[in-house]
C-alpha cells in the first residue's frame, strides 16, 4: 500500500478467549473431545432457556412492531421502565433520555472508547476483561493504563495505587470497574466502590462501571448498583442480557448516563455516541422489547436465584478442589462464573510440559509452543493442558495482567462432570508444576 492502512491501535486488538479456538478446532479435527471452559456463554454450556422466557419470545415474534427499527435511543417503553427501575433502589434521577441501547456490551464498549478523544486514557483493572482493556488502548495506540487487583486480598482493587496512578497521570480520565468482576469473580464490596467513586470526584474524572453480572452475586454477596453510591459524579453504568437471562445471542445491552447535566464536556461526549448510534439507525429491536416482560414475570426472580445458588455450589466446588495445590493461588468466588488460578511467581517456566498420548496432538502442541518463543509460560500450560486434557482455559496474561494462571468457567451445568473436570484440573497443575 502506499500509504499505511493499519490502524494505530491494531496490535492491541487481541481476544484470547475465542483465539484459542483455532486449536480446538484443530483438535476436533484430530478426533479429540474437547471440554470447553474458555467462554461465558452459558446457553452454550447447556443452560436449559427455561419456557416462560420461550414464550415470551415467541409472542414478541409474532407482533409486526418487532420487526421494526427501533428509536436510536432504544425501545421508549423499555428505557422509560428501566430509567424507573434504577430510579426505585438509587439516588440519581434517570428518564428515558439517559438510557442508550447496544448491539450487546460488545458493541457499546468499542464506542465509548472509540469516541473518547485520542488522548484521554481510562484506567482499566489488572487483570480485565480483554474487550475493555483492548478497546481502550486500541483506542489510544498505546498499551492499557491498568490498576492491580490483588489475588492475596480476594482479589480486591488496590485503591491506594489507583489514587497514586490516577494523581500521577494527568491523561486519566475516567476509572474502569467491573462488578462483579470478569475474570476473577470478585464482587466490589461497598466501602471500595466509594473510595473509588471519591477518588474520580477528587480528580475531576468519570466511571465506567461494567454491571452486566451485577444480579449474579452469591455466597452471601451482593452486587452493590454504581447508581446507588455515585453521588454527582458523572458515571456511565453498562448493563445487559447476555449474562443475566441468559440470551448473549439477543446481542442487546445499555448504558446508563449518571450526572451528565454536572459537565458540559462529559455531555458532549455522551452526545457524540449518541449521535454515532444515529448514524446506525438503532440496536435489535426485538429484545428490547422484551426486558420487561422478562424482569416483570413472576417466574423470573427464582429464575435467578437458582442460577445464583449453581454458581454458589460450583464456586464452592470447584475452590475446594484447587485452594490447597502448592504454587498457586486461588480465590473463592462471589459473583459473575469465573474462576481464575494463579500460579506463584517463578513456578512455571518454558521447560514444564504434560504428558500427551495421541503422537498426533502432541506434535500440534508441540510445534505450537517451541514456534512461539516468546510465548507466555501461562499460554504454553494452558496448550498443554488442552492436549492432554481436552479442557480450554484461558491465559491470565491474555486479561491484561503481568500474572501467570488461567481463568475457567463455572458454567458446566452436569455437576459431576464439573467435579470431574476440576478433579482432572488440579491432578493437571500438579502433574505440570512437578515436571520441570
Ligand atoms: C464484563 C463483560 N462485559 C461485557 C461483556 C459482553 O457482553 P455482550 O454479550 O452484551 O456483548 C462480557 C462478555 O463476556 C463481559 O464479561
Known amino acids: ?40 456463554d452459558p446457553v452454550a454450556k447447556g443452560e436449559e432457556i427455561p419456557d416462560w422466557l420461550k414464550s415470551i419470545i415467541a409472542d414478541l415474534a409474532m407482533e409486526n412492531g418487532s420487526y421494526a427499527y427501533s428509536a436510536t435511543l432504544g425501545d421508549l417503553e423499555t428505557r422509560k421502565y428501566l430509567a424507573a427501575l434504577t430510579n426505585q433502589t438509587s439516588g440519581v434521577h434517570l428518564d428515558e433520555n439517559d438510557i442508550l441501547f447496544f448491539n450487546g456490551l460488545g458493541d457499546a464498549i468499542t464506542k465509548v472508547y472509540g469516541f473518547l478523544r485520542r488522548t484521554a486514557r481510562v484506567i482499566t483493572p489488572s487483570p480485565t476483561y480483554t474487550t475493555h482493556s483492548s478497546s481502550e488502548a486500541a483506542h489510544a495506540g498505546l498499551p492499557p493504563v491498568c490498576y492491580p487487583l490483588d489475588p492475596q486480598n480476594h482479589w480486591y482493587p488496590d485503591v491506594a ?36 467513586v471519591s477518588i474520580a470526584r477528587d480528580f475531576d474524572l468519570f466511571i465506567i462501571a461494567d454491571e ?19 453521588g454527582n459524579v458523572p458515571a456511565i453504568s453498562m448493563k445487559g442480557i447476555s ?24 455531555a458532549n461526549y455522551i452526545k457524540s455516541i449518541t449521535n454515532a448510534k444515529m448514524m446506525e439507525v438503532c440496536s435489535t429491536t426485538l429484545p428490547q422489547k ?39 493461588m486461588v480465590n473463592q468466588t462471589n459473583g459473575a462464573f469465573y474462576m481464575t488460578v494463579v500460579f506463584e511467581e517463578g513456578r512455571i517456566n518454558r521447560k514444564q510440559a504434560l504428558a500427551i498420548a495421541n503422537p498426533e496432538v502432541r506434535e500440534l502442541i508441540e510445534s505450537l509452543t517451541a514456534k512461539d518463543e516468546k510465548m507466555q509460560p501461562d499460554k504454553r500450560f494452558v496448550y498443554y493442558l488442552l492436549g492432554a486434557t481436552g479442557i480450554c482455559v484461558v491465559p491470565l496474561t491474555s486479561f491484561s495482567s503481568d500474572l501467570q494462571g488461567f481463568r475457567v468457567t463455572l458454567l458446566e451445568t452436569e455437576e459431576q462432570k464439573f467435579t470431574e473436570t476440576f478433579d482432572i484440573l488440579r491432578e493437571s497443575i500438579k502433574q505440570y508444576l512437578a515436571s520441570g
Do not use: Q
Open 243 to 266: 449474562k443475566e437471562l441468559p440470551w448473549p445471542g439477543s446481542r442487546c445491552g445499555w448504558m446508563e448516563v449518571y450526572n451528565a447535566d454536572r459537565d458540559p464536556m462529559f
Open 290 to 328: 422484551a426486558i420487561p416482560r422478562v424482569f416483570e414475570h413472576p417466574a423470573y426472580a427464582d429464575h435467578l436465584t437458582k442460577r445464583r445458588k449453581r454458581y454458589e455450589r460450583f464456586s464452592e466446588i470447584g475452590y475446594g478442589k484447587l485452594k490447597d495445590i502448592p504454587g498457586i
Open 212 to 230: 452486566i453480572y451485577l444480579n449474579l452475586a452469591y455466597n452471601g454477596h451482593k452486587g452493590k448498583s454504581l447508581s446507588e453510591i455515585i
Open 1 to 40: 500500500m502506499r500509504t499505511d492502512i493499519v490502524h494505530i491501535g491494531a496490535g492491541e486488538l487481541t481476544y484470547e478467549i475465542r483465539g484459542i479456538m483455532e486449536v480446538v478446532e484443530k483438535l476436533n479435527a484430530m478426533g479429540m473431545k474437547i471440554t470447553l471452559e474458555n467462554i461465558g
Open 161 to 196: 495505587e489507583l489514587r497514586r496512578r490516577v494523581k500521577y497521570n494527568p491523561a486519566i480520565a475516567a476509572i474502569l470497574i467491573i462488578n462483579p468482576d470478569n475474570p476473577t469473580g470478585m464482587v466490589y464490596p461497598e466501602h471500595l466502590l466509594e473510595e473509588i
